[in-house]
């Protein structure tokens, strides 16, 4: 009546293990580190940058602990914030030797203890919140006046190139404020301007005014055209602090919209709020010009002769030397857009673009009167100029035009999101600076993990003595349905915050719910008469449908919190709904496994251990 089949033990035990190992990495900690990365592609991080890292900090008597490559960056790990300090100083010295003209980032980090047999098995600590670690948080204002105005300046110049393809004469283009005024001597250009416009520009509303002896088109942007220019803003920022910010190798950043024009950047972990700054107010942009392939611009490219005159040297990705002409052809406010592809001719990777129709006009006459000759993409990053790729011209190139060659999917994916995002879409300020030190953070883990420890005493040791050995096994299950938590929520990778340690320990408290529930029942068949084996069994199976009941109606309320909340109440949500999740697995299959091994196999049971149980006096 009372017992387990095997394969239900080997699956509690199998979930066991499994969430021993994935919650284990959580009591390693973190360690104070220094992390280098690369700021430009021709600045390498590979075993050479290593092994020179290495050799800095022995020469500077840094003890490490541990340093490797991990992904794009060099993590040292170091015993204390003092090692931490004098190594920074000591690899900045060598990496960035002139500030101006940076190829690395050296920057203060918190990174995981975890060993490494538990890294092999993709076991890693939960995500701790900026209240829990400590870290930087930043308010950015978006400049939302400066988006609408570079629209217009667009619009003015699209119009100019768009009259002078349809051959409709206008007596001059200029912007208004938001708005574009077009001046025609005659009534009739004006119905054509005006039919133009309403077919290649559907976002302007038109309206027709005489301005002395002409005649005035007045294009306005709609509401909802203003409305969506700001949002393509706004999430172009968000991607480009997104791309910045991992060069922090920063784990789960927050970095989200708040109202219309600003944008919640947290950077749990990181220490070093300069280098963090000034990592969220790098500027970068785009420009495209020609190569030198003039005879003097090879030979300098080999640097057997002086840069020509109007010419300058710049690096590749690969390190190699191109000789470049200063006159830029287009620049970044020109392209649209950019998305990686696959070339249907060679199978190789390619980044498709589509510029603006200034842009496009430009592209056709300058490719035309140079096939067969190179083009580079130039990124500029603080005044310093770097080729991403020079490709040769195949063909006239108009609106849409691919780069391809010798990269791969990945190359592909980060020349699109460099081309897409590499300079914000509008300009942004810090309008609020907070910074939470490691030692808050401590603190405030700490009251938290001493909430959580001392509710889970009071409950085990008040189970104990009301319930005696079944309040026991209620107490163990509840330690595993902590366990349980802890394992899914670092599988998961989900980030804890305060409001989440408060959802732990209220998840103590509704599992155990379920337990008292279970306890009184076989209490009740006890007081009814039912035999201790058939009280058991009746107990578990009637508390079933009360415990599913009530769950489901708490898990409802999660639910609607994780949907329509936001920031800590989202927080909050996720363990609570994991909470109930584990709870009803620790409390009913668990618990009663633990029953069934210990009274299952007696045939013959008198009494069972479960506290006081009131019966009625016999009438």
């Given at each position: 009546m009372n017992r387990y089949p095997l394969w239900k033990y080997i699956i509690i035990g199998v979930v066991l293990l499994i969430s021993i190992l994935y919650a284990l990495p959580n009591l390693y900690g973190e360690a104070p580190a220094v992390q280098v990365s690369s700021l430009r592609a021709s600045s390498k991080v590979d075993t050479a940058l290593l092994g020179k890292i290495e050799q800095t900090?022995?020469?500077?008597?840094?003890?490490?602990?541990?340093?490797?490559?991990?992904?794009?960056?060099?993590?040292?790990?170091?015993?204390?914030?003092?090692?931490?300090?004098?190594?920074?100083?000591?690899?900045?010295?060598?990496?960035?030797?002139?500030?101006?003209?940076?190829?690395?980032?050296?920057?203060?980090?918190?990174?995981?203890?975890?060993?490494?047999?538990?890294?092999?098995?993709?076991?890693?600590?939960?995500?701790?919140?900026?209240?829990?670690?400590?870290?930087?948080?930043?308010?950015?204002?978006?400049?939302?006046?400066?988006?609408?105005?570079?629209?217009?300046?667009?619009?003015?110049?699209?119009?100019?190139?768009?009259f002078r393809d349809k051959n409709i004469r206008h007596s001059g283009i200029a912007r208004n404020g938001n708005n574009v005024e077009v001046k025609f001597r005659e009534q009739a250009t004006l119905l054509q301007g005006k039919d133009v416009v309403r077919d290649q520009f559907q976002d302007y509303e038109t309206t027709e005014s005489p301005d002395g002896t002409e005649f005035k088109l007045t294009l306005t942007p709609k509401p909802q055209a203003i409305v969506k220019v700001q949002e393509q803003a706004l999430k172009q920022n968000i991607t480009t602090l997104h791309n910045r910010i991992n060069e922090l190798g920063v784990s789960e950043p927050v970095i989200a919209q708040q109202g219309a024009d600003r944008i919640v950047v947290q950077l749990p972990g990181v220490q070093d709020t300069a280098k963090a700054k000034d990592i969220l107010g790098r500027t970068a942009t785009l420009e495209m010009r020609l190569v030198d392939e003039s005879a003097e611009g090879h030979l300098?490219?080999?640097?057997?002769?002086?840069?020509?005159?109007?010419?300058?040297?710049?690096?590749?990705?690969?390190?190699?030397?191109?000789?470049?002409?200063?006159?830029?052809?287009?620049?970044?406010?020109?392209?649209?857009?950019?998305?990686?592809?696959?070339?249907?001719?060679?199978?190789?990777?390619?980044?498709?673009?589509?510029?603006?129709?200034?842009?496009?006009?430009?592209?056709?006459?300058?490719?035309?009167?140079?096939?067969?000759?190179?083009?580079?993409?130039?990124?500029?990053?603080?005044?310093?100029?770097?080729?991403?790729?020079?490709?040769?011209?195949?063909?006239?190139?108009?609106?849409?035009?691919?780069?391809?060659?010798?990269?791969?999917?990945?190359?592909?994916?980060?020349?699109?999101?460099?081309?897409?995002?590499?300079?914000?879409?509008?300009?942004?300020?810090?309008?609020?600076?907070?910074?939470?030190?490691?030692?808050?953070?401590?603190?405030?883990?700490?009251?938290?993990?001493?909430?959580?420890?001392?509710?889970?005493?009071?409950?085990?040791?008040?189970?104990?003595?009301?319930?005696?050995?079944?309040?026991?096994?209620?107490?163990?299950?509840?330690?595993?349905?902590?366990?349980?938590?802890?394992?899914?929520?670092?599988?998961?990778?989900?980030?804890?915050?305060?409001?989440?340690?408060?959802?732990?320990?209220?998840?103590?408290?509704?599992?155990?719910?379920?337990?008292?529930?279970?306890?009184?029942?076989?209490?009740?068949?006890?007081?009814?008469?039912?035999?201790?084996?058939?009280?058991?069994?009746?107990?578990?199976?009637?508390?079933?449908?009360?415990?599913?009941?009530?769950?489901?109606?708490?898990?409802?309320a999660g639910l609607a919190l994780l949907a329509f909340g936001s920031g800590p109440v989202r927080g909050f949500a996720v363990v609570h709904c994991l909470g109930i999740l584990t709870s009803m697995f620790s409390a009913v299959l668990f618990s009663r496994g633990l029953v069934n091994l210990w009274y299952g196999r007696r045939k013959k049971l008198q009494s069972i251990s479960i506290g006081t149980v009131w019966k009625p006096d016999a009438q």
């Amino acid at each position: 009546m009372n017992r387990y089949p095997l394969w239900k033990y080997i699956i509690i035990g199998v979930v066991l293990l499994i969430s021993i190992l994935y919650a284990l990495p959580n009591l390693y900690g973190e360690a104070p580190a220094v992390q280098v990365s690369s700021l430009r592609a021709s600045s390498k991080v590979d075993t050479a940058l290593l092994g020179k890292i290495e050799q800095t900090l022995k020469e500077a008597n840094v003890t490490i602990d541990s340093i490797a490559l991990e992904g794009l960056s060099i993590k040292t790990r170091l015993k204390d914030t003092d090692s931490q300090l004098k190594a920074k100083d000591a690899l900045q010295k060598m990496l960035v030797p002139d500030a101006s003209d940076a190829g690395y980032i050296v920057a203060l980090n918190l990174v995981p203890r975890t060993p490494a047999w538990l890294v092999a098995l993709h076991a890693s600590p939960m995500y701790l919140g900026l209240d829990l670690r400590g870290g930087v948080h930043f308010m950015l204002q978006v400049d939302m006046k400066d988006v609408i105005a570079k629209k217009a300046e667009a619009l003015t110049s699209d119009l100019r190139t768009t009259f002078r393809d349809k051959n409709i004469r206008h007596s001059g283009i200029a912007r208004n404020g938001n708005n574009v005024e077009v001046k025609f001597r005659e009534q009739a250009t004006l119905l054509q301007g005006k039919d133009v416009v309403r077919d290649q520009f559907q976002d302007y509303e038109t309206t027709e005014s005489p301005d002395g002896t002409e005649f005035k088109l007045t294009l306005t942007p709609k509401p909802q055209a203003i409305v969506k220019v700001q949002e393509q803003a706004l999430k172009q920022n968000i991607t480009t602090l997104h791309n910045r910010i991992n060069e922090l190798g920063v784990s789960e950043p927050v970095i989200a919209q708040q109202g219309a024009d600003r944008i919640v950047v947290q950077l749990p972990g990181v220490q070093d709020t300069a280098k963090a700054k000034d990592i969220l107010g790098r500027t970068a942009t785009l420009e495209m010009r020609l190569v030198d392939e003039s005879a003097e611009g090879h030979l300098a490219e080999q640097g057997q002769a002086p840069v020509p005159f109007g010419s300058e040297r710049m690096l590749e990705r690969n390190g190699r030397a191109v000789i470049l002409k200063k006159q830029v052809i287009i620049t970044g406010e020109n392209l649209n857009d950019a998305q990686t592809g696959i070339d249907q001719q060679n199978q190789q990777p390619k980044v498709d673009l589509t510029v603006d129709a200034k842009g496009g006009r430009i592209m056709r006459d300058v490719s035309r009167e140079n096939l067969k000759k190179r083009m580079a993409i130039v990124l500029f990053e603080k005044g310093k100029g770097e080729v991403l790729t020079a490709p040769v011209i195949q063909a006239e190139l108009g609106n849409r035009f691919q780069i391809s060659g010798s990269m791969n999917i990945r190359e592909a994916n980060d020349l699109a999101l460099l081309l897409r995002a590499g300079s914000l879409a509008a300009p942004m300020e810090i309008i609020e600076e907070r910074t939470i030190g490691p030692s808050l953070g401590k603190e405030n883990i700490d009251k938290g993990f001493n909430s959580v420890t001392w509710g889970f005493i009071v409950i085990m040791a008040f189970m104990s003595i009301y319930y005696l050995v079944f309040g026991v096994f209620s107490s163990i299950a509840l330690a595993v349905n902590l366990l349980l938590l802890l394992a899914v929520l670092s599988m998961l990778q989900a980030t804890l915050t305060l409001p989440g340690v408060a959802a732990m320990a209220l998840a103590l408290g509704m599992a155990i719910d379920s337990n008292v529930l279970i306890n009184e029942r076989v209490r009740e068949e006890l007081r009814s008469g039912a035999s201790p084996q058939a009280a058991i069994h009746t107990g578990y199976d009637r508390a079933w449908a009360t415990i599913l009941d009530s769950n489901v109606t708490t898990l409802i309320a999660g639910l609607a919190l994780l949907a329509f909340g936001s920031g800590p109440v989202r927080g909050f949500a996720v363990v609570h709904c994991l909470g109930i999740l584990t709870s009803m697995f620790s409390a009913v299959l668990f618990s009663r496994g633990l029953v069934n091994l210990w009274y299952g196999r007696r045939k013959k049971l008198q009494s069972i251990s479960i506290g006081t149980v009131w019966k009625p006096d016999a009438q």
